[in-house]
């Protein structure tokens, strides 16, 4: 079965410091990856997707991630961090077949510091 | 503006006392599925509609039940609430089920039962 795996339930960090998310996912087939950000109170927003090509995938906000299938990982970065990205973090794969079901990991809440 | 509603927004109720929770979408999409987040746990999917008059369960679907009579509408419904069922629920739909074909969510429902 697939399952994702965030490996930090937390990450404290202080403004302009660089940050790494960690995710693992498990899969036997091609994978669809995607980072959500959930900010307080609100539902989930696409932070950026892999689908194919390029491994490494960027989102408007300065947040990255890099494919790598050796290692079955989707790491997102970001080189220098806001107050305003102070959020909770999901990784998730969509499920093979057609359910159409998206695979959650457990979330990584990042604080930001000033 | 293309979204995923959601209503009510937080509910209390008691044990047993029917609930419906309606989400509806103005983006024709034929996806639709409902997820309930719980901490640790990260998302998962309770139940999935791939179009209208079609329905399938998700991982979680013990008590609750689902409706797809028009393409926006896919509302929760819980005949018997139990306290186990307390958790914040996220209705999304996309345009297709497979494929990288993004995800949007309502802004979430809290649901608390006594």
């Known amino acids: 079965a697939q399952s994702v795996t965030q490996l930090d339930s937390q990450v404290p960090v202080f403004e302009e410091a660089p940050v790494e998310l960690r995710c693992n996912y498990s899969s036997s087939v091609s994978v669809y990856l995607f980072w959500y950000v959930q900010y307080p109170n609100q539902g989930l927003q696409l932070l950026l997707k892999y689908l194919s090509g390029s491994t490494l995938v960027e989102s408007i906000n300065g947040f990255e991630a890099e494919f790598n299938k050796s290692q079955t990982s989707f790491h997102l970065r970001k080189p220098s961090v806001h107050i305003s990205d102070t959020a909770e973090y999901f990784c998730?794969?969509?499920?093979?077949?057609?359910?159409?079901?998206?695979?959650f990991g457990q979330g990584t809440t990042l604080q930001v510091k000033p | 503006e293309a979204q995923v509603t959601q209503n009510p927004r937080y509910l209390i109720t008691v044990t047993g006392k029917k609930l419906t929770v309606t989400c509806s979408q103005n983006m024709n999409h034929e996806y639709m599925s409902w997820y309930r987040q719980d901490p640790g746990l990260g998302l998962r999917q309770i139940y999935y509609s791939m179009n209208v008059e079609v329905t399938d369960k998700g991982d979680v679907p013990e008590g609750y039940k689902v409706s797809r009579k028009e393409k926006r509408n896919f509302p929760l419904i819980l005949e018997s609430p139990s306290p186990n069922q307390t958790s914040l629920y996220f209705c999304?739909?996309?345009?297709?089920?497979?494929?990288?074909?993004?995800?949007?969510f309502g802004q979430g429902t809290r649901l608390t039962v006594v």
């Open positions: 998730a794969v969509r499920g093979s077949g057609n359910t159409g079901k998206l695979i």
């Open positions: 999304a739909s996309s345009l297709w089920s497979t494929s990288g074909a993004e995800a949007f």
